[in-house]
């Protein structure tokens, strides 16, 4: 069955109210917390929005990732934000779910990792679904505004994140933090508890904010709360949506888990963010990924029983003995179009315009070839030697809009003859924003690069 017009579905209690849902986006229909199954039963059309702000994972199953995957094939648009939401957005977003906010953010760059960090034991709906705990998100995100702005001495923000972390989430209120420190920490943690409650420090009430305002495509913005609100971090959909997915391309969640570690104590990397570093930094990077990307099309055509110039004519549409058509040039740098026979430019097309035209993963080929690459060492330092500037920059370094971010990171690629389309494409990034969200984890380190020049 079709609807007349698109429908806006919110998932939310206890981060937010069905009230103030409404009061954002009043012709949504507030739902409670999401549960297994709950996405099935909904009846949804193509372009209809989902959006994920508190889902169960004790007292009921928790939300699949086959059912999220399940409506972004259906073209709906899944949003995830601030507590359960912004868990499955991590965990989805390279198959289309967007996430939103800065809980989102510390999921998706391993910053946290548990379920714990939002999790929180709460009344019932008739109630208003109110908290009996504290999450632990915002605690870490009171005690650093806290410590900012001298409202939180930074020593007792430090012993009241360790204390709360140390805990099961369960244990997490107020009074038994309260018993677990020093007297001296009473006034600190009435500051949190004031403020949070009222919602300046609320970091998951900020974000799920930010994701009603992401509704329909407009800028996600927090809240103005009179201080410095989080900012804000959206993850556009990546071109291995949900269609793809389902068919078989799962594995890059599981590989990254697989082979994240702990560097450092409480500093995380996996083998992806290596392999990010590597197409930022590494001036060899786009040969080895030219060189990766063809080996794959000279398979594919030789499964097909053709050589490789006639099949990317095949995928391209490109008449055998034809030029290149005018549309794909802007794919080569003036010195290819000029200088490149026919069949050349037609492999670079192929290779640059890779998710447009294949639905196989690169990554996990390309990472077997940097594994065994002297410079591993290297690009894995620059992950590190990243988050210490970032640690280091905390509240001094504003992280832009993907985007802007994104735009800011290309100027080391400009150069005569080429642009930045061409740039992106020989790193495999399918935009200025795609960029931007891979580039983020560097930004504090790329500015600290540049004051050093």
């Not at 930010?210 to 996600?220: E, F, K, M």
Request: charged content about 25%; some cysteine.
């Amino acid at each position: 069955m079709s609807h007349s017009r698109q429908k806006t579905v919110v998932y939310a209690g206890p981060t937010i109210s069905h009230d103030e849902v409404r009061a954002v986006l009043p012709e949504a229909q507030a739902r409670p917390p999401v549960a297994r199954g709950d996405l099935l039963r909904e009846e949804w059309s193509r372009d209809d929005t989902a959006v994920i702000i508190d889902g169960y994972y004790r007292e009921r199953l928790s939300v699949g990732h086959k059912e999220i995957l399940w409506l972004l094939n259906e073209g709906v648009n899944v949003i995830g934000a601030a507590s359960m939401g912004a868990l499955r957005a991590a965990e989805l977003s390279p198959y289309g779910m967007r996430g939103v906010g800065s809980v989102f953010r510390m999921y998706a760059s391993g910053e946290v990792d548990g379920d714990d960090e939002v999790a929180v034991l709460h009344g019932p709906a008739e109630r208003g679904y109110p908290t009996d705990t504290v999450a632990m998100v915002n605690i870490r995100y009171g005690c650093q505004e806290g410590a900012k702005s001298g409202l939180v001495p930074a020593a007792t923000a430090e012993r009241i994140v360790e204390a709360a972390r140390s805990r099961p989430f369960v244990h997490r209120t107020w009074r038994e933090l309260g018993e677990a420190l020093a007297p001296d920490a009473g006034d600190a943690l009435s500051t949190l508890e004031r403020k949070i409650g009222t919602g300046e420090w609320d970091l998951k009430r900020l974000d799920a904010m930010a994701a009603l305002g992401a509704v329909g495509g407009h800028p996600a913005e927090a809240p103005s709360t009179g201080s410095e609100a989080p900012s804000t971090w959206a993850a556009e959909p990546s071109a291995w949506a949900a269609e793809v997915a389902l068919t078989g391309i799962t594995h890059y969640e599981a590989l990254a888990w697989r082979s994240m570690r702990e560097y450092a104590p409480g500093r995380w990397m996996s083998d992806l963010d290596v392999l990010d570093a590597a197409r930022l930094f590494g001036q060899d990077y786009p040969k080895l990924h030219e060189e990766v990307l063809t080996g794959l099309l000279t398979d594919f055509a030789a499964a097909r029983g053709l050589e490789l110039e006639a099949y990317t004519r095949a995928r391209l549409g490109v008449d055998d003995g034809s030029d290149l058509p005018h549309v794909l040039a802007p794919w080569l740098a003036e010195t290819e179009r000029a200088t490149l026979p026919v069949a050349e430019q037609l492999r670079l097309v192929m290779v640059r315009v890779w998710p447009v035209w294949q639905s196989e993963d690169w990554r996990p080929i390309v990472l077997e070839r940097i594994r065994e690459s002297s410079r591993w060492p290297k690009w894995s330092g620059i992950v590190a030697r990243a988050d210490e500037i970032a640690e280091q920059s905390l509240g001094r370094v504003v992280i832009p809009a993907p985007a802007i971010c994104g735009r800011i990171f290309s100027r080391h690629w400009n150069g005569p003859g080429t642009t930045a389309e061409v740039e992106l494409a020989r790193r495999g990034f399918l935009s200025m924003a795609d960029l931007g969200q891979t580039a983020a984890r560097f930004f504090a380190l790329d500015v600290h690069k540049a004051k050093g020049r």
